[in-house]
């Protein structure tokens, strides 16, 4: 699984990094229409401010262009005024709609490339958290396994038959986090009911609960990642369906 998900992780990260370049280049050609478009409609007084505004849509696009980095809303801004200009100019500007509507399909090409290229770091890093996560469980659960055989010699079955499941938790990545926590928990209570009558064993098991929050707390971080990576992408899908319903 842990080769898949690199494989994964590799295949996204390229993807949107291809995507992002291909945007990238695509609006070094809508900066110069858009300046053009702005140069022709500066010749004519009425449409002054029109000219100003495709000019500051263009110095965007031209920033985007040359790799810069462009915030969220003055994107958003852009493509909105865009969609305005268009609207005003296409009855009697036709052909310079026409330069201003391709320029939007890149603007919005471009942020669809920067939220793709967002949602590959993202998983990314909910991969590699996995990852961790999982690792760190492993290791935990030599341990544990340890103090359950320990348990065992001690004749006590009912606590190594508890602290098993503690290991098999551990050992399964479908476990939540909050799983780890509860277990963890039950751990340092077994630590302290034992901790009169057989305090060495008692200190192994609380050395064992502290691990166990270690490895709770990786696999917590973990889960909290992937919810909101989850969440993200259904709020991109929600969107583009809302969108759809807008045209």
Do not use: C, W, Y
């Not at 006590?156 to 503690?166: P, S, T, Y």
Request: aromatic content about 0%; proline content about 2%.
């Amino acid at each position: 699984a842990s080769s898949m998900d690199d494989a994964a992780k590799a295949k996204s990260e390229s993807d949107a990094l291809a995507k992002h370049n291909e945007a990238t280049e695509d609006l070094k050609e809508a900066a110069a229409a858009g300046s053009e478009v702005a140069d022709v409609l500066s010749k004519d007084p009425a449409l002054a401010e029109d000219a100003k505004t495709v000019a500051e849509i263009s110095k965007v696009v031209e920033e985007m262009g040359n790799g810069g980095k462009v915030d969220g809303e003055t994107l958003d801004k852009a493509i909105t005024d865009t969609k305005a200009e268009i609207e005003k100019l296409k009855k009697d500007h036709p052909e310079e709609a026409a330069k201003l509507e391709e320029m939007l399909t890149k603007l919005e090409e471009a942020k669809a490339a920067d939220q793709e290229s967002h949602a590959a770091e993202s998983n990314a890093a909910a991969i590699d958290a996995s990852q961790a996560a999982d690792e760190k469980a492993g290791e935990v659960a030599a341990e544990v396994k340890k103090v359950e055989n320990a348990l065992i010699d001690a004749g006590l079955k009912a606590d190594a038959d508890a602290v098993a499941k503690m290991r098999e938790d551990l050992a399964n990545p479908e476990t939540s986090g909050a799983d780890l926590v509860s277990d963890a928990k039950a751990a340092h209570e077994l630590a302290a009911r034992l901790k009169e009558s057989n305090p060495e064993l008692a200190a192994e098991i609380e050395a064992m609960a502290s691990s166990m929050d270690d490895a709770a707390k990786a696999k917590s971080e973990s889960d909290a990642l992937a919810k909101h990576n989850e969440a993200t992408e259904d709020l991109k899908e929600a969107a583009a369906a809302g969108s759809e319903v807008a045209d």
